[in-house]
């Protein structure tokens, strides 16, 4: 079952992109009936696509994978816990769901997030301030 969720997850996902390319493209033409009668379809396509998206995404944090619990714990926003290579949390990408959370009232999550990178930062502060004179000075830092 969770891996039906998995596919329904990507599928919605790839839907949205798709139909968001397809508005680009039928924007361009001419307004007509049928420019709009596509323009329409398009819409309801990426509404529809970003529903599922939502719903399936959330039934699969709270009743599939690991749960809840794994996902809210640390603070960190986990790129796929289930896929090896992205084992990792994004800067990026969990300050834009930071943000997303804060805009819905999320506070308590969006808090952590943002507790668990200030953790990260003054635990690294040393080899950060390092980093940063070798850069000044025209130097790379060492990976």
Not at 87 to 106: H, N, Q
Request: glycine share 10%; proline share 1%; net charge positive.
């Amino acid at each position: 079952m969770s891996a039906l969720f998995a596919f329904l997850h990507h599928l919605a996902a790839f839907a949205l992109v798709a139909s968001l390319v397809v508005e680009f493209v039928v924007i361009r033409d001419d307004m007509s009936a049928r420019t709009a009668r596509r323009l329409a379809l398009a819409d309801l396509v990426l509404g529809v696509s970003a529903g599922v998206l939502l719903v399936v995404g959330l039934l699969r944090v709270f009743y599939f994978e690991k749960g809840a619990a794994f996902y809210f714990s640390s603070g960190a926003f986990i790129a796929s816990p289930t896929f090896r290579q992205y084992r990792y949390a994004w800067l990026r990408d969990g300050a834009f769901i930071a943000e997303g959370l804060d805009l819905v009232g999320r506070l308590d999550a969006s808090g952590r997030f943002h507790d668990w990178v200030a953790g990260l930062i003054n635990d690294s502060q040393r080899g950060i301030e390092r980093s940063i004179a070798i850069v000044a000075a025209g130097g790379s830092p060492a990976r």
